[in-house]
């Protein structure tokens, strides 16, 4: 399986910008879907994610101007985020795990980062 991410960019602060992750296949027993971000100089954080049972987490620099999404008929998650910041800018991951036949184990596939950049 294969995620590709995309849609980063550059944008003023302020703007918005949509990240999509597709799969190159369907995932099954999927357990949880993520973005991370990544800052230079700073470790891979957890931006927001969606569980199993659509419950969604954001990190609190986020909360309120980020939404995470998917289409399972499409494979594919979204990142909406509205406002953003310069803090913001960072290289984005999307991550799916999910469980193996076992429902024990699980996997984790990521996608290779988008690179999102907000100008003050």
């Known amino acids: 399986v294969q995620l590709q991410a995309s849609g980063g960019g550059s944008v003023q602060a302020g703007g918005s910008l949509r990240l999509s992750c597709a799969a190159s296949?369907?995932?099954?027993?999927?357990?949880?879907m993520n973005w991370y971000r990544q800052s230079p100089g700073k470790q891979r954080e957890l931006a927001a994610g969606?569980?199993?049972?659509?419950?969604?987490n954001y990190a609190d620099a986020v909360k309120g101007r980020f939404t995470i999404s998917r289409d399972s008929a499409k494979n594919t998650m979204y990142l909406e985020m509205n406002n953003l910041k310069p803090e913001d800018t960072a290289v984005y991951y999307c991550?799916?795990?999910?469980?193996?036949?076992?429902?024990?184990?699980?996997?984790?596939?990521w996608g290779k980062g988008t690179q999102v950049t907000v100008s003050s």
């Open positions: 991550n799916v795990n999910a469980y193996r036949h076992d429902w024990t184990t699980r996997d984790d596939y």
């Open positions: 969606v569980g199993r049972g659509g419950s969604t």
């Open positions: 296949e369907r995932i099954l027993r999927i357990n949880a």
